[in-house]
């Protein structure tokens, strides 16, 4: 008797599973605006993920929210556009400049509130004269997260296409990426860990840093400079590096106050985290700059919502987020609002060619 209730209940583990593998599968094919993917069918195994508890159900109920034929809402665009501009003010004092933040006055450290520096004549002098993004907005953007969702997916020539790419952290831009993440670059950002592990803080390792920018090209480098005391002296070694070998990426730093707005508005909104993710950070801020903002690699699952065959936390390796500050599933689920409301487009799968 044991044995049958045992093969019963698998039984209905299994149909429950497969009938929300087939839910997926068919919003991939009915999806007007998401292409299926032709590479050889994997096998497909119910991952094994510490993300997510209940996944199965969490990709069902993205795929209904998702299936909906997207459309471009104008009004809501306006409406929350200018809420972010009233709130944080990005497109003004998203970087710290010499107009923003005067000579003799204190800047408060974003990640810890208590600590403040003063602005000496010497670190004033790193400051750009004027912000350097411009009074007008770009009429599309992409902004470029590095999922391992974008691996495969062929967007490259898409994300290229817009006026202004925006990409995070100092991602690869190898010839074996180029296809599916371009390599056009208008803003990218560093995180410290990256100058930390990758380049030893840039005690004895500045030619390999400056030389892995040439990738990037004139673009603007954003920099943590005042999250936390520890990073200041950190990402002045970045920027005099920067100089001494006459790199032409520019680099400037994240205004405090400006994340300190954006972090207070999401709060109110429920986002309970640490800290927000660079790359939700670069979506606010390219609401902002731009009348059109479409999203590349921000799936935050180590399965595929196609199929659930396995990805890489990036499209260039496996190395783990920092959980401890970040909740990338509660930022997606807010940026698939923003999607479903028509002010801006995720996109999944793989690209038109």
Request: net charge positive; aromatic share 10%.
């Amino acid at each position: 008797m044991r044995i049958h209730i045992q093969n019963l209940l698998l039984s209905l583990l299994t149909i429950f599973f497969l009938g929300n593998l087939l839910t997926s599968v068919t919003w991939y094919k009915t999806n007007s605006h998401v292409k299926s993917h032709r590479q050889p069918p994997r096998k497909k195994s119910v991952p094994v993920s510490s993300e997510c508890k209940n996944c199965s159900k969490f990709i069902t109920d993205i795929a209904k929210r998702y299936s909906q034929p997207w459309k471009r809402q104008e009004g809501n665009y306006q409406k929350f556009s200018s809420l972010l501009s009233s709130k944080c003010q990005g497109a003004k004092n998203a970087i710290v400049t010499q107009s923003n933040t005067p000579l003799g006055s204190q800047i408060v450290y974003s990640g810890d509130p208590k600590r403040s520096i003063k602005v000496t004549p010497h670190l004033f002098s790193n400051f750009p004269k004027d912000h350097p993004l411009p009074n007008k907005k770009w009429d599309t953007c992409s902004v470029v997260g590095n999922g391992g969702i974008l691996a495969n997916s062929k967007c490259g020539k898409q994300i290229d296409s817009a006026q202004f790419v925006i990409r995070c952290n100092l991602a690869p831009l190898d010839r074996e990426w180029e296809e599916h993440v371009g390599k056009k670059t208008n803003l990218v950002t560093a995180n410290p860990s990256i100058l930390q592990k990758k380049f030893s803080s840039l005690d004895n390792h500045r030619r390999p840093f400056v030389e892995s920018l040439r990738r990037f090209r004139d673009a603007m480098l954003i920099l943590p400079t005042f999250s936390f005391r520890l990073n200041t002296f950190l990402c002045q070694r970045a920027i005099y590096a920067i100089r001494d070998f006459d790199s032409p990426i520019r680099p400037v730093s994240f205004n405090p106050q400006y994340l300190k707005s954006l972090s207070t508005y999401w709060t109110s909104q429920g986002l309970k985290e640490a800290r927000l993710s660079t790359g939700f950070m670069m979506v606010n801020l390219a609401l902002e700059l731009c009348n059109s903002v479409d999203l590349y690699g921000f799936w935050p699952f180590s399965f595929h919502p196609r199929d659930f065959h396995h990805l890489t936390n990036h499209y260039y390796d496996n190395m783990p987020v920092r959980k401890r500050y970040h909740a990338m599933p509660a930022e997606f689920d807010r940026l698939l609002k923003l999607h479903n409301q028509g002010i801006l487009r995720i996109h999944l799968g793989e690209c038109e060619q």
